[in-house]
Every structure is written in structure tokens, then in C-alpha cells.
Nanobody, 123 residues
Framework: VQLQASGGGLVQAGGSLRLSCEAS????????VGWFRQTPGKEREFVGS????????NYANSVKGRFTISRDNAKDMVYLQMNNLKPEDTAVYYC?????????????????WGQGTQVTVSS
């Protein structure tokens, strides 16, 4: 089982990035998907999640209205569209898969994790 996150980079404040997460080795279309982020010295922070049905989404207040999660089950891909980025969004971003198919905000329930992709937002 592997989750591969990509798409990070350096962007100016107010800009946009789209992160991708590709899954292999699991029935991805039955898993819930979450995005988390972490900065040095801090705990991993919930960003957003998406149920396996695509009906339920859940976002952290800090990104609501700016970030959007989508998924393409046919391609085993999940995306995190990030708009109006702020310097405080700078972090390593991780995608994760939840075996119960839910849009969970607690990282404990996620079974599989990608390796992370760095997002840096300059002011």
C-alpha cells in the first residue's frame, strides 16, 4: 500500500497550489481521505477530509472557503486545491486514507499515510 503526495512548492501569499495524492495497493474508492499538515515543533493538524462517497466533506476553520478537496476514484487520486494561500499555511502536507470511509478529522483513525509534500508560502 502506498500513498504518494505531490504538488507542493513555493508560492507567494495569495497564490494557489494543487496537491495530489495517488493511491496504490488498496481499494481506494472505499476509503475516506484526509489531508493534514505539520510544521516543525508542532503536532500534525487536520486540514480537510472527504468521505468515500464524496458526499461528506469536513474542513478546518482555518482553511474553510479557501481549500477544496476532491477525488477521482477512477484514477485513485485525491486533490487538495489551495487558494488564497497565507504564510501560516506553510507546512508539510500529508494525505491519509481512512478504512471506514468516513470524513474524519482525528488522525488516529487513518491507517495509511503518504510521505508528505512541502508547501511554502512567502509573504
Amino acid at each position: 500500500v502506498q500513498l504518494q503526495a505531490s504538488g507542493g512548492g513555493l508560492v507567494q501569499a495569495g497564490g494557489s497550489l494543487r496537491l495530489s495524492c495517488e493511491a496504490s495497493g488498496l481499494p481506494f474508492n472505499t476509503y475516506g481521505v484526509g489531508w493534514f499538515r505539520q510544521t516543525p515543533g508542532k503536532e500534525r493538524e487536520f486540514v480537510g477530509s472527504f468521505s468515500w462517497t464524496g458526499i461528506v466533506t469536513n474542513y478546518a476553520n482555518s482553511v474553510k472557503g479557501r481549500f477544496t478537496i476532491s477525488r477521482d476514484n477512477a484514477k485513485d487520486m485525491v486533490y487538495l486545491q489551495m487558494n488564497n494561500l497565507k504564510p501560516e499555511d506553510t507546512a508539510v502536507y500529508y494525505c491519509a486514507a481512512h478504512p471506514f470511509g468516513v470524513a474524519a478529522s482525528n488522525s488516529d483513525g487513518y491507517r495509511y499515510w503518504g510521505q508528505g509534500t512541502q508547501v511554502t508560502v512567502s509573504s
